[in-house]
């Protein structure tokens, strides 16, 4: 892949590869990616007037700038996944909410969650959750389920038939994404602008790792700098210190190394509990002990430094990072 076109192309031909599959899904909630990147007018069946193309365009344009500039390499991979986008009605998702609480009674400590706080926290990319699809082929109703994304890990949710070897059976695993489209805007309480980004955030990271080395998920932290620097710059003003740091987290790579002091001075914002929840998730990603060993060790920043020589030392490292072929991927845990 090695511009937006070719993107563009890539999708083109697996949406031709997997007719049936897309013939399977609710037709009037789902979106591919291709069509939300050249088709305006397709964004009306995701329930979600808040996306903005515009910033949609910038974003893939950017995407595939990065990518056409770091050329090719042979530790690249070639395989592609098939990417689609469903709405996520607000009342599918309560009802699947309150049938967990029947289920499961308490959450998991590591979660973090408890039952005050509102059903798209499932959502957020700090913990999102990857299930399978509902419905039939045969009705051609098949959605993501609620509080979840879909990712097929086997060739069954892929696939009408049985393939004829296991090598067949192995080309159509891994081969799909899909996402649903909660209403980002209200439920972070960010503009348009933000919502969309938040949005874009996720599947350009996850695109990236269609097409980079793999990396141990504990040192995805390269990945994510990485990814947020092939989004482009685009200036924006925030409506206040929230929306700056939601903002910032999800578009600028350099939060990694300075959003510390943000996110402390945010403990003192009055927030929902959504807002909160969300917050005590990147406290646990971007500040305190943990995080500043792991950025001396993947990055050679030392927590000390001043804010200027931290950037300029993570700029230093991406740009050795996108001209190795991503050595630096390799690191052990």
């Given at each position: 892949m090695q511009s937006l076109a070719d993107l563009l192309n890539i999708q083109e031909s697996l949406?031709?590869?997997?007719?049936?599959?897309?013939?399977?899904?609710?037709q009037e909630r789902t979106v591919t990616l291709r069509e939300l990147i050249t088709d305006p007018d397709s964004l009306k069946r995701l329930g979600a007037p808040w996306l903005r193309h515009d910033i949609i365009i910038d974003r893939f344009a950017a995407f595939g700038e990065f990518f056409e500039r770091i050329g090719n390499h042979p530790r690249f991979r070639k395989k592609q996944w098939l990417i689609f986008f469903q709405a996520s009605p607000e009342e599918e998702d309560f009802l699947q909410y309150e049938e967990l609480k029947q289920k499961i009674g308490e959450w998991p400590r590591w979660t973090g969650l408890t039952w005050d706080i509102p059903a798209p926290a499932q959502y957020l990319h700090t913990n999102p959750v990857w299930?399978?699809?509902?419905?039939?082929?045969e009705e051609q109703n098949r959605r993501i389920s609620p509080l979840a994304h879909f990712a097929n890990w086997n060739y069954i949710d892929v696939l009408a038939s049985e393939p004829q070897t296991i090598e067949e059976a192995e080309e159509h695993r891994r081969t799909v994404l899909g996402y649903r489209v909660p209403d980002w805007p209200r439920h972070l309480g960010v503009s348009d602008v933000v919502g969309t980004d938040y949005l874009l955030r996720q599947v350009i990271h996850d695109l990236g790792h269609q097409r980079l080395p793999v990396l141990n998920p504990d040192i995805d932290s390269l990945h994510n700098a990485v990814m947020l620097s092939a989004m482009g710059v685009k200036e924006n003003r925030h409506a206040g210190l929230w929306e700056t740091i939601v903002h910032r987290e999800c578009t600028d790579p350099y939060f990694y190394v300075d959003g510390e002091d943000l996110i402390r001075e945010a403990l003192l914002l009055a927030l929902t509990p959504l807002q909160e929840y969300y917050l005590k998730r990147l406290l646990r990603w971007y500040a305190g002990k943990k995080h500043h060993e792991k950025m001396a060790w993947l990055w050679n920043i030392e927590a000390s430094w001043k804010s200027s020589w931290k950037r300029e030392q993570m700029r230093i490292v991406l740009e050795e990072m996108c001209g190795d072929g991503f050595m630096r991927y390799n690191l052990k845990t």
């Open positions: 949406e031709k590869k997997y007719k049936e599959f897309l013939a399977s899904l609710d299930l399978s699809l509902t419905g039939t082929w």
